[in-house]
């Protein structure tokens, strides 16, 4: 830090004689030394320190010159001779480039006669470029300072570049679909828990208080994370805990929220847009329990949960479509069984199953939830069935199961929109729209 420190005041200082060497170019008008001191000691130094900035932009001026292709130089006829003999002086003296001898010329023209000779003599070594000037001490004082302003650059930038733009996120979309596959994990994949956490982190929005939500990424504190709801996500965190430690600059609330892209794209769902640029906040910052919603209710609760975040009927409707995905677990929930045959794969099948099938109560000591009749594999919950019961639900409903492009669309519009609320994102912040993996 307190190097980084030194080598960005150091640069300053090279900045401020350079631009003081830019001035005195242009208009004649030259710094006196003598206006701050009386000391010749004191004098001289000022002048060293002011010849940095002439070499620096003698530096700058030669490369400039000798480099065609980036820059060109048109002089106006109005432009004073002297003017131009003085920026060309001041590039040779800079450079102590022998006078009247364009330097690049006179190298290009040895060049040329060093291969004539060769060609005609049958040498088959291949011939260097030679050296236009020779290194003087005055290049070993530009180096430095060249090495000290990247230097200092690096430093500088560095502190002042906010961390989520340090962080590479195709890099960690690859690494986040590279934890979603585990044989010994539930149905083998990560994927549905990920879903899940990214859903939890930010469905605690309450857009009257404009608190909650996936900003601050509070649901890894204990206080957020020991909600009742909460129960079987550690899994979640646990797995993507590596992450945060492989990419310190990225904050939980990016990290976890991203999963939940990654997992809804890898396992076949559709493009959903993403934003970095969240931060994280403390436990004082955990919501209180109850903001999300309870299984064992109907269709006046999940609204009732879902407008406070700024939802309406449709949007909710597309988001619980994600029951596609996973299952319950009687050590989380409490309640059983994935809600269709494919619960790895992002589908539609959440509505044709609540559409096509018979549901019954399931018979046995746990919650009250619903089994189909057919072959009592799969499940939903009483806040699932409120979806097939309540007619401006059931709407929806229809037509995602009809049309799984429809479902696809309004998904992703409506898990953009759920992992962005309350969200204050810096204006820079890009959005991605990542790329699956094949
Ligand atoms: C009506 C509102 C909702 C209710 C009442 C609800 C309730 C539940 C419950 C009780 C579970 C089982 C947890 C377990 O035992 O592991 C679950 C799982 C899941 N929920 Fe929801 N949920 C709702 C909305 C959503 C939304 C909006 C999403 C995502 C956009 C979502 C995604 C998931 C996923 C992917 C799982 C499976 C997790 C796993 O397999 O580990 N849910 N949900």
Redesign the pocket.
């Known amino acids: 830090m307190a190097l980084g420190r030194l080598i960005h005041i150091g640069v300053d200082l090279v900045l401020v004689s350079t631009a003081l060497a830019g001035i005195r170019q242009a208009t004649g008008l030259k710094f006196r030394p003598e206006s701050l001191t009386d000391s010749k000691n004191l004098q001289s130094y000022i002048d060293s320190y002011l010849a940095i900035g002439e070499k620096t932009v003698g530096l700058a001026t030669y490369q400039m010159t000798n480099n065609p292709n980036y820059f060109s130089r048109k002089i106006s006829p109005n432009m004073s001779l002297s003017l131009r003999l003085a920026s060309r002086n001041l590039t040779r003296s800079s450079l102590r480039v022998p006078a009247r001898i364009p330097a690049r010329t006179f190298a290009t023209q040895r060049y040329q006669q060093q291969q004539q000779q060769h060609q005609s003599s049958g040498n088959s070594k291949q011939f260097k470029m030679p050296r236009t000037t020779k290194a003087g001490p005055g290049a070993g004082v530009l180096g430095a300072i060249a090495l000290g302003a990247v230097a200092g650059w690096y430093f500088y930038s560095n502190e002042t570049t906010p961390s989520w733009k340090k962080v590479n996120y195709n890099s960690v979309y690859k690494d986040i679909a590279g934890l979603l596959e585990d044989e010994d994990y ?1 149905d083998g994949s990560y994927g ?2 990920f ?2 956490l990214a ?1 939890h982190a930010s469905g605690t929005y309450d857009k009257k208080t404009r608190t909650g939500g996936s900003d601050g990424g509070t649901i890894r504190h204990p206080a957020e994370a020991g909600h009742g709801a909460n129960n ?1 996500l550690e899994h979640a965190r646990d797995r993507l805990e590596p992450l945060k430690k492989q990419y310190p600059n990225i904050s939980y609330a990016d990290l976890y929220t991203l999963a939940g892209v990654v997992a809804v794209q890898e396992l076949g769902g559709p493009t959903v847009r993403w934003r970095p640029g969240r931060e994280d906040k403390t436990e004082a910052d955990c919501t209180p329990d109850g903001r999300l ?3 064992s209710q109907g269709a006046d609760h ?1 609204r009732d949960i879902f407008y406070r975040m700024g939802f309406n009927d449709q949007e909710i409707a597309a ?2 479509g ?2 596609a ?5 009687t050590s ?2 409490g ?1 059983e069984g994935p809600w269709n045959a494919s619960p790895t794969s992002f589908t539609n099948f959440f509505y044709t199953e609540l559409l096509n099938n018979t549901w019954v109560p399931k018979k046995w000591n746990g919650p009250f939830q619903y089994v189909d009749k057919q072959s009592g594999q799969f499940m939903m ?1 009483p ?1 699932d069935m409120a979806f097939k019961k309540d007619s401006e639900f059931r709407k929806y409903v229809e037509k995602y199961a009809a049309d799984q492009d429809a479902f696809f669309e309004d998904f992703a519009k409506a ?1 953009a929109k ?1 992992l962005e609320l309350g969200v204050k994102f810096p204006e820079d912040a890009p959005v991605y729209e990542f790329k699956t993996l094949e």
């Open positions: 539930d549905p828990v879903v899940r859903w079987g919603p309870d299984a999940v988001l619980v994600a029951h995905l996973g299952r319950c677990h989380r929930s309640f919950l806040a898990f759920l």
